[in-house]
């Protein structure tokens, strides 16, 4: 089975500029989650969504949007480009909103690392 | 804000050499987990504890959640080259009809053969 797939892997955008980030969760799970994560800090939460719906936002400005599709793939998209943006964009899927298996957590994707100049 | 501090920032050891890795909050989480993250890759799950004081063992590497479940260690024994990367904890919040994770600032370790 194919892992979490994210694409692109690479993007360099200008300042200003928008941008959208795609992510295919693991076959069958149906909450993706979004975390940025800038070089040498761990990631920080930017949406949660399950069945299509935003379950959580974490503390970004409302430049961020995301939303989830019906097979439960995912977009991030960011409006307004700032230097700041430049960072690894995380996907991570999760079998369900309340999977509590044995080892539950998060299945993340590569990443797309975004550079903004 | 939640905020999750690791200590050490930065570990370089020798191979065969035993290391712990902490993790501190001032938060109560529902769970707490821990990843490890090579370079131009995403995190991948070591371990999950619940339970208040648990103790899970992955081959030489020991976890522990607090008793009072703010606070994790990871304690790696005769660390190996391949041990390198980057570890995070991340802390489980719940909120009403949702949840989110909290992740830690990263250890990075180096093991030098």
């Known amino acids: 089975d194919a892992g979490v797939t994210q694409s692109p892997t690479h993007l360099i955008k200008t300042r200003g500029q928008q941008v959208t980030l795609r992510c295919s969760p693991i076959?069958?799970?149906?909450?993706v989650s979004w975390y940025q994560q800038v070089l040498g800090q761990g990631p920080q939460f930017i949406f949660q969504y399950y069945e299509k719906e935003e379950r959580g936002r974490g503390n970004f400005p409302d430049r961020f949007s995301a939303r989830q599709f019906p097979n439960y793939s995912s977009e991030l998209n960011v409006n307004a480009l700032l230097l700041g943006d430049s960072a690894l964009y995380l996907c991570?899927?999760?079998?369900?909103?309340?999977?509590?298996?044995?080892?539950?957590?998060?299945?993340f994707g590569s990443g797309t690392r975004l550079t903004v100049v | 804000t939640q905020l999750l501090e690791q200590s050490p920032q930065f570990l370089s050891i020798q191979e065969g050499e035993n290391l712990t890795v902490y993790c501190n909050s001032s938060?109560?989480?529902?769970?707490l987990q821990w990843y490890r993250q090579e370079p131009g890759e995403g995190p991948v799950l070591l371990v999950t504890?619940?339970?208040?004081?648990e103790v899970k063992k992955l081959k030489r590497l020991t976890f522990q959640f607090g008793d009072a479940r703010k606070d994790s260690s990871l304690h790696i024994t005769a660390a190996q080259p391949g041990d390198t990367g980057l570890y995070l904890c991340a802390g489980e919040l719940e909120f009403t009809g949702t949840y989110k994770y909290i992740f830690g600032t990263g250890t990075r370790l180096k093991v030098l053969a």
């Open positions: 991570a899927s999760s079998l369900d909103l309340w999977d509590r298996g044995p080892n539950y957590g998060y299945t």
């Open positions: 504890v619940v339970t208040g004081g």
């Open positions: 938060s109560v989480f529902s769970s």
């Open positions: 076959s069958g799970h149906k909450s």
